[in-house]
Nanobody, 124 residues
Framework: QVQLVESGGGLVQAGGSLRLSCAASGRTLSSYSMGWFRQAPGKEREFVVTISGNGVSTTYTDSVKGRFTISREYAKNTVYLQMNFLKPEDTAVYYC?????????????????WGQGTQVTVSS
């Protein structure tokens, strides 16, 4: 079992930055691909970014390319999402997810473990 705990959400003005963290326990994440998803009120949960188990391969959804960066710190068993130039449309609950297997994937149903989510609110 893998337990994931997100942190770092909050309220920020448009154009600002936040860094989300996803700390894992229970297993070492090096053999897991990781993803960040988000869910805005009244909308379905959507893919944001994924990173492979070895950290080499990443895929971003178009709306965050050039603004968001995913990274992993293996020593701390943690994955980060650096979010810059935030926009009001980035407002959502952000979820961290882990998938057994090193291949990065954008598909929500490929992920086995989920965190509880952290709220990100961007004011205009």
């Amino acid at each position: 079992q893998v337990q994931l705990v997100e942190s770092g959400g909050g309220l920020v003005q448009a154009g600002g930055s936040l860094r989300l963290s996803c700390a894992a326990s229970g297993r070492t994440l090096s053999s897991y691909s990781m993803g960040w998803f988000r869910q805005a009120p009244g909308k379905e949960r959507e893919f944001v970014v994924t990173i492979s188990g070895n950290g080499v391969s990443t895929t971003y959804t178009d709306s965050v390319k050039g603004r968001f960066t995913i990274s992993r710190e293996y020593a701390k068993n943690t994955v980060y999402l650096q979010m810059n130039f935030l926009k009001p449309e980035d407002t959502a609950v952000y979820y961290c997810a882990a998938r057994s297997g090193s291949r990065a994937t954008t598909q929500i149903y490929d992920y086995n473990y989920w965190g509880q989510g952290t709220q990100v609110t961007v004011s205009s």
